[in-house]
Nanobody, 123 residues
Framework: VQLVESGGGSVQAGDSLRLSCVTS????????MGWFRQAPGKEREFVAA????????YYSDSVKGRFTVSRDNAKNTVYLQMNSLKPEDTAVYYC?????????????????WGQGTQVTVSS
């Protein structure tokens, strides 16, 4: 299973970005999908997750109300819409797939990971 993120970049505080993650080689429509991020010198942290049907989603407190996770099972793609970006959102963003469908905030619950895409927010 391969996951490829895209859509990262350098923006100003208050701007928006939409990340995409295309999955191939697996049963995407049965996976829960998560977004995580890792800033320099910090642990990888949970951002958002979405169930396999797309009807349930979960967010960390730090992004709730600003970020929205969604998926298109016909395109094997999960998205992360990021609005009102802040400098503290600067990190490498990773998507991950959980075959068990748990929508977990825990990194070790995910079976497959992408390589990440850099998001840099300047003040």
């Amino acid at each position: 299973v391969q996951l490829v993120e895209s859509g990262g970049g350098s923006v100003q505080a208050g701007d928006s970005l939409r990340l995409s993650c295309v999955t191939s080689g697996g049963a995407f429509s049965t996976y829960a999908m998560g977004w995580f991020r890792q800033a320099p010198g910090k642990e990888r942290e949970f951002v958002a997750a979405i169930g396999w049907t797309g009807s349930s989603s979960y967010y960390s407190d730090s992004v709730k109300g600003r970020f929205t996770v969604s998926r298109d099972n016909a395109k094997n793609t999960v998205y992360l819409q990021m609005n009102s970006l802040k400098p503290e959102d600067t990190a490498v963003y990773y998507c991950a797939a959980d075959q068990a469908g748990r929508s977990s905030p825990l990194t070790y619950d995910y079976d497959f990971w992408g390589q990440g895409t850099q998001v840099t927010v300047s003040s």
